[in-house]
């Protein structure tokens, strides 16, 4: 006479206890789906984070070293026009300052933008600044022009 009646609260039990057993489920079906698809990604697809572009860290002086004229200093006949091109490792932006009286390059010196014409003998130095911090520079560079006329 009592078999179906339920003690007061049951039923919230039951109802309690099949969502616990779905929601199990769905957690262990979850793990299983995130490992397959985890272990089918190519590893050498994913980019590799590379904090040091990101964040930009300064040059060192011994990544601003490589300033390289063209032509090389040397004995001439004629006026020479001479290029200055940085090529240190430096992935940043540098200024590359230089003297013609064979003097150490600073910052308040001439800013190389063009092309040097060199019409009597002259001794060019060149320095490279990184642009984002002056006080940062690379070693001197030093070409001797000696212009002999025939």
């Given at each position: 006479?009592f078999?179906?009646?339920?003690i007061?609260g ?11 057993i ?10 299983y789906?995130?490992?397959t698809v985890n272990?089918n990604?190519?590893?050498s697809d994913?980019p590799?984070?590379?904090g040091?572009?990101?964040?930009s860290k300064e040059c ?5 070293n490589?300033i ?10 004629a ?7 940085f090529n240190?490792?430096?992935g940043q932006?540098v200024?590359?300052?230089y003297?013609?009286?064979g003097?150490?390059p600073?910052l308040q010196d ?5 092309v040097?014409?060199?019409?009597e003998t002259k001794?060019?130095k060149?320095?490279a ?8 520079s690379?070693g001197?560079?030093t070409q001797t022009?000696t212009i002999?006329?025939?």
């Amino acid at each position: 006479m009592f078999t179906n009646l339920k003690i007061k609260g049951q039923l919230s039990i039951e109802i309690l206890i099949i969502i616990s057993i779905f929601t199990i489920g769905a957690i262990i079906f979850g793990t299983y789906y995130l490992q397959t698809v985890n272990s089918n990604i190519n590893k050498s697809d994913v980019p590799v984070f590379d904090g040091d572009r990101v964040f930009s860290k300064e040059c060192t002086f011994e990544q601003l070293n490589s300033i390289t004229f063209n032509p090389i200093g040397g004995v001439y006949s004629a006026p020479q026009s001479v290029s200055l091109t940085f090529n240190g490792i430096c992935g940043q932006p540098v200024n590359i300052y230089y003297t013609l009286d064979g003097s150490e390059p600073t910052l308040q010196d001439n800013l190389y933008s063009s092309v040097l014409s060199v019409s009597e003998t002259k001794t060019i130095k060149a320095k490279a600044f990184l642009q984002s911090n002056p006080a940062i520079s690379g070693g001197t560079y030093t070409q001797t022009y000696t212009i002999s006329f025939p």
